[in-house]
DNA sequence: ATTGCCGTTGACTATTTTTGTCAAATTTAT
DNA sequence: ATAAATTTGACAAAAATAGTCAACGGCAAT
């Protein structure tokens, strides 16, 4: 199962292309040490640095995304006894809507 | 189905308990305006404004919990096409990680 | 029409959180 | 050892959030 940080996903692939934290910055115009920080999750990342990090390491763009958006929604809930109970509701609320769309 | 927002639910337990905003914003020492916009999710509520409330109006605390952290949730998967997935992952994860808890 | 009560709105300030920049320190590889 | 790569922390800038306050509008009763 996927139970990787996608800072380690990130750090991964990296690594799968042989560039330096360096280059990479560059490439997606941040800082060194920001990308660094995220690659280690102590900087949030945001939805802009992984489509552009997708796309440099030429990576399914919707994975990292999904991997992105759900940490985003751990984090949300983190330390919540309800934390479970909650995104069940989230999710029987987005169908709702889904299925209602534009009223 | 719950359809409602934490908002209108909370709207709906102060005049369930025939209370003005002036009388709950005072019992739970926020500005009038303040709860105002909460009601009308205008201004985004906190844990423990929800907790006063719950207590407030003598109404199930988690229920109201659940339905705030939802919102929560929604909020960071709003507009996003993957938002779904990304709830499913989230579910995965979270279930893992409470299985391995402690390590 | 005035008073009183309730809720809404917007402008403003303060506080907190997030973000960016940089250089020094540490680690790793050659 | 030295050079490259990464990590760390301090600091400033910017953005998001929270709090304060007064004016405004609606409505009912008189």
Do not use: C
């Not at 945001?46 to 990576?59: F, S």
């Not at 992105?68 to 909650?86: C, V």
């Amino acid at each position: 199962m996927s139970t990787e940080t996608i800072g380690e996903k990130l750090r991964q692939l990296r690594e799968q292309n042989n560039l330096p934290l360096r280059k990479v910055a560059a490439l997606i115009d941040i800082d060194v040490a920001i990308l660094s920080k995220m690659e280690r999750g102590e900087r949030k990342l945001t939805k802009e640095i992984v489509l552009r990090l997708a796309d440099t390491y030429k990576y399914n763009v919707d994975e990292l995304l999904v991997l992105f958006l759900s940490e985003r929604i751990m984090y949300e809930i983190q330390d919540e006894a309800l934390g479970e109970k909650a995104l069940k509701v989230a999710e029987r609320r987005v169908k709702y809507l889904k299925e209602n769309k534009g009223k």
